[in-house]
């Protein structure tokens, strides 16, 4: 009586939510089962060893009501985890203070390729080549590139970090919820091998 209790909230749960956002978790293929009401993951910078992003400071938000509900700090393994979670959608805002690792004239070139159709970019690649932030990737964002390699300027408008978390992560019952991100330094488009030397 308990689970049908409990089922019957997830569906109620589920049923206020909007379809594509559950078309769009359902579809998440990095969403596995671990253990029992909690979410946990990696988070790894989106090179070719997966190096993991350690001492990231990751808030839990509720998703229907928005409201903080806990905190956490990446381990060295890039590991998070959120225990004790009622059954849901919920949505990781990552704050990333880590070095910014410096984009080069490679990363404007093919910011440049990506503008005028000679260069396909990942989903995660789009987000860190779109500098100025405004939804567009174009040869003005590789000029910031250029700039900011040059050391004429020190910023970017989108910042330094970018991720490709999804807005949904739910903690179904009775299994817990595993959701690994992904992260690269705003500019870096080709996915170097992360590192803050300079």
Known sequence: MKNLIAIIFLLLTLSGCQKSSIRDFQKDSKLKSIGIDSLSGYLTYADSVHTPLSGVFIQLYNYTS???LASC??????????????PGFYNLIIN????????????ALNIELYSIGYKV???LQLKAADISGDGLVNATDALWVKYRFLELINYFPAGDWVFNDKPLYAVPLPNSTYGDVQGLCTGNVTNRVYTTTK
């Open 66 to 68: 928005h409201v903080y």
């Open 121 to 123: 970019f990942t989903s």
């Open 96 to 107: 990333c203070n880590l070095s910014w690792m410096k984009a080069n004239a490679t990363d």
């Open 73 to 86: 700090l990446t381990d060295a393994n890039g590991h998070y985890l959120f225990p004790s979670l009622q």
